[in-house]
């Protein structure tokens, strides 16, 4: 099923991530959250993981296991989903520092 999704996430010094966002599925337009299951992982190569737990139009959806990398001094993260079936990247930009 074709799927697209545009959002916005907050994250902390932590590496918990959370937002909100739309995400069209086959067509249908519906409400997206997600949060981090737990920290993200960043390896010194600037590669790393995350898992993020999600509800899509207020029922609970499979987690959601993405690899990245953290490219312009952290301003930017390029990331995959690597779930059976999965065909989605996504893309992070820094919008502000606000809060930090």
Do not use: W
């Amino acid at each position: 099923m074709p799927i697209s999704l545009i959002g916005t996430v907050k994250a902390d010094y932590a590496g918990s991530f959370a937002g909100t966002g739309k995400v069209s599925l086959g067509g249908a337009i519906l409400d997206e959250t997600v949060k981090t299951a737990t920290p993200a992982v960043v390896n010194s190569d600037c590669t790393g993981t995350i898992t993020y737990i999600q509800m899509i139009g207020g029922q609970a959806a499979p987690p959601l296991d993405i690899v990245f990398h953290v490219l312009d001094g952290g301003k930017t993260i390029l990331g995959m989903s690597v779930d059976a079936g999965a065909t989605m990247s996504c893309t992070l930009r820094l919008m502000s520092y606000a809060g930090y």
